[in-house]
Nanobody, 126 residues
Framework: QVQLVESGGGLVQAGGSLRLSCAASGRTSSDYAMAWFRQAPGKERELAATINRNGGGTYYADSVKGRFTISRDSAKNTVNLLILSLKPEDTAVYYC???????????????????WGQGTQVTVSS
């Protein structure tokens, strides 16, 4: 079992940047594919980015391509999400998630993920 704790959210102006971090404990994060999902008020939870266990494979939602970068820091057992050029529509609660899966697989559906953090709020003002 793994516990996930997100940090780094906050209030930022449009065009700004944030770096979200997800700290894993209990198990090594490389045992899991990791992802960042987000959920805006009144909307379903959606995948923003995912990275496979290998760390060499990533997937991004079309709405975030070119602005979001997901990465692993094995030494710190964390998964990070760098967000550039923030837009008001990026406002949401961002959740870190872990999926026990094979080495190269990239899960994209919420039901493929076994563990979730509590979330961190990102608010972008226009």
């Amino acid at each position: 079992q793994v516990q996930l704790v997100e940090s780094g959210g906050g209030l930022v102006q449009a065009g700004g940047s944030l770096r979200l971090s997800c700290a894993a404990s209990g198990r090594t994060s490389s045992d899991y594919a990791m992802a960042w999902f987000r959920q805006a008020p009144g909307k379903e939870r959606e995948l923003a980015a995912t990275i496979n266990r290998n760390g060499g494979g990533t997937y991004y939602a079309d709405s975030v391509k070119g602005r979001f970068t997901i990465s692993r820091d094995s030494a710190k057992n964390t998964v990070n999400l760098l967000i550039l050029s923030l837009k008001p529509e990026d406002t949401a609660v961002y959740y870190c998630a872990a999926a026990g899966t094979t080495w190269f697989y990239l899960p994209t559906r919420p039901d493929e993920y076994d563990y979730w953090g509590q979330g961190t709020q990102v608010t972008v003002s226009s």
